[in-house]
């Protein structure tokens, strides 16, 4: 199994500052990874997939970086919406076990 | 857009069975996507069951795969799922949710998410 391990767990930043997450995965999984945002009470949105495309819709404030085990998702200026909670996935292996990271929950300073 | 709907009872007796519907609506099941199950404890992250295809074909996570059974109905246009000896452990969110159309490569990240449904593991 790949264990995908995100830090921090929680990051606390001002509106209209930029958030830097991380996602580190325990073997190699090329750029098979997705990024979602999760609000409470809501389902997952997809923000990344392939490690930097932008989903249909997804603001350009977004935007993931990495390859292999490192990935970063970056929120340029946060707006008031986007504090939530994000989740990393991979999806390397084939037949798939698909997993996801802990979690970085994004609050207001 | 394919929109997603889970369907099911909202509490189960420890050691029954889960089950669990999810309706597919502005879209064929038998389009070239997988079909999943994810869920999430409260106040936990998220966790992959396992998936189909139209033609049937599955897969599970390793961890779930001797309780978890996906099925598909494609005359409904919709798949299921079923959990068997459930425990509290068991009792979370559910999301049913689809991967992007599939191309030579497969790409199994999830593009649409149904809103999910509670589920309580109690006697």
């Known amino acids: 199994e790949i264990v995908m391990t995100q830090s921090p767990a929680t990051l606390s930043v001002s509106p209209g500052e930029r958030a830097t997450l991380s996602c580190r995965a325990s073997q190699s999984v090329s750029s098979n990874l997705a990024w979602y945002q999760q609000k409470p009470g809501q389902a997952p949105r997809l923000l990344i997939y392939?490690?930097?495309t932008r989903a249909t819709g997804i603001p350009a404030r977004f935007s993931g970086s990495g390859s292999g085990t490192e990935f970063t998702l970056t929120i340029s200026s946060l707006q008031s919406e986007d504090f939530a909670v994000y989740y990393c996935q991979q999806y390397n292996n084939w037949p798939p076990e698909l997993t996801f990271g802990g979690g970085t929950k994004v609050e207001i300073k | 857009q394919v929109q997603l709907q889970e369907s099911g009872p909202g509490l189960v007796k420890p050691s029954g069975t889960l089950s669990l519907t999810c309706a597919v609506s502005g879209g064929s099941i038998s389009s070239s996507n997988w079909w999943s199950w994810v869920r999430q404890p409260p106040g936990k992250g998220l966790e992959w069951i396992g998936e189909i295809y139209h033609s049937g074909s599955t897969n599970y996570n390793p961890s779930l795969k001797s309780r978890v059974t996906i099925s598909v109905d494609k005359s409904k246009n919709q798949f299921s799922l079923k959990l068997s000896s459930v425990t509290a452990a068991d009792t979370a969110v559910y999301y049913c949710?689809?991967?992007?159309?599939?191309?030579?490569?497969?790409?199994?990240?999830?593009?649409?998410w149904g809103q999910g449904t509670l589920v309580t593991v109690s006697s």
């Open positions: 392939g490690a930097s």
């Open positions: 949710a689809s991967t992007p159309p599939q191309q030579l490569v497969p790409v199994e990240y999830f593009q649409h």
